[in-house]
C-alpha cells in the first residue's frame, strides 16, 4: 500500500517537498494528494491521507487517531510573511467590524480569533465572504501576494503578534500522522519518507534556487527566487523545544476561547 502523503502546494511548504517533484522513479511508494491545509485536516482526520504537514490544530481535534513528527513543524524565527491580517483600522478599532476568514487555514482562523478576544480586546464580526469586508485574513501564497500589492492601510503579522504576546515563536503547521501509518507494514515507509523530508528542506537550504525553479515548474508564482530570499531566511522548520511550548500554550488558549473542548498534550512518533 502507497503512503498518502498531503502536500500543501503553497511557498511556505516548497522546502519540504520539492525533492519528490518530477522524481517519480526514486521515490515509489508514496502518493500525494494536493489541497489547501483546511482540506488536508479533513483528511486526515478520516485516514483517507496518512500524514501532511497540516494545521497544527488539527492535532489537538483529533489526539486519539494522530501523532506528531517531533522534529518537523511550519514556523519562523520573527515574522512569517505568508499569515497576514490585512485591515482598513487598526487591530484595536476591529470591534463590531467584519473581518473575511480564509477557508483555507485550521489554525490561523483560530489564532485570530484567540488574539482578538485576549490579546486586542476586541469583539469583531467574522465572516466568510470578502466582498465589502473592513479586514481580511489570508494565508500562504495568497497572503504574499496581496502583501506585495501593498493596497491596505494596516497590515499584521500573525507571527509578529504572537510573539509581542508571548515572546515566543508561533507553530502554523505541524505533520500530523495517522496511526494508520503505524502498521508493522506502513512504518519503515514512513520514516523513509521522513527521512526524505529531512533531505528535501537540507537540500532546499543548501541551494533554493535550483528549488524554487522546479517548484514554480508545477506550482506557478509571481515571485523570483531572488525576492524570495528574505521569505525564506525568516521561516523555520524546526520543532524546537520552544515551539512545542508555543504550540501547547496555543492549545490552552484555544481551550479557554472554546475553540478546542480539551488540550492535548503533544504525542509524538
Ligand atoms: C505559514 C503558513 O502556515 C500554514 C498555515 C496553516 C493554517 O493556518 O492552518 C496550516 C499550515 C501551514 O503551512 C502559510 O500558510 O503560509
Redo the contacts with the bound molecule.
Keep these: 500500500m502507497n503512503l498518502r502523503v498531503g502536500r500543501?502546494p503553497?511557498l511556505?511548504?516548497a522546502p519540504f517537498f520539492h525533492l519528490f517533484l518530477n522524481d517519480e522513479a526514486r521515490f515509489e511508494g508514496y502518493s500525494f494528494d494536493d489541497g489547501a491545509?483546511?482540506a488536508l485536516n479533513q483528511k486526515l482526520w478520516t485516514g483517507e491521507i496518512h500524514l501532511a504537514?497540516?494545521?497544527?490544530?488539527a492535532y489537538a481535534r483529533a489526539p486519539q487517531d494522530l501523532v506528531l513528527a517531533p522534529d518537523l513543524c511550519?514556523s519562523?524565527k520573527l515574522e512569517?510573511n505568508?499569515?497576514e491580517l490585512f485591515s482598513r483600522y487598526p487591530l484595536n478599532e476591529l470591534s463590531g467590524k467584519r473581518i473575511y476568514m480564509t477557508s483555507?487555514?485550521?489554525?490561523?482562523?483560530a489564532l485570530l480569533r484567540v488574539i482578538c478576544s485576549q490579546y486586542a480586546n476586541v469583539r469583531p464580526e467574522y465572516v466568510t465572504e470578502r466582498a465589502d469586508c473592513d479586514a481580511a485574513l489570508l494565508?500562504?501564497d495568497e497572503?504574499l501576494i496581496e502583501k506585495a500589492k501593498g493596497s491596505w492601510p494596516y497590515c499584521y503579522d500573525m507571527a509578529l503578534l504572537w510573539r509581542d504576546w508571548h515572546g515566543l515563536p508561533f507553530v502554523?503547521?505541524a505533520w500530523s500522522i495517522h496511526r494508520l501509518a503505524l502498521s508493522c507494514e506502513m512504518r519503515p515507509r514512513l520514516e523513509a519518507f521522513l527521512e526524505n523530508v529531512r533531505e528535501s528542506i537540507a537540500k532546499f537550504r543548501a541551494c533554493p534556487q535550483k528549488a524554487l525553479k522546479k517548484w514554480a515548474e508545477r506550482y506557478p508564482v509571481p515571485f523570483t527566487a531572488e525576492e524570495l530570499k528574505g521569505y525564506y531566511d525568516s521561516l523555520d522548520y524546526e520543532f524546537t523545544d520552544e515551539r512545542k511550548k508555543s504550540l501547547q500554550l496555543y492549545f490552552n488558549l484555544c481551550v479557554k476561547e472554546e475553540i478546542l473542548s480539551e488540550s492535548p498534550t503533544l504525542r509524538f512518533l
Design positions: 500543501i503553497f511556505v511548504c491545509p483546511s504537514p497540516a494545521s497544527s490544530i511550519t519562523c512569517v505568508s499569515v483555507q487555514s485550521g489554525t490561523s482562523v494565508i500562504g497572503a502554523f503547521g
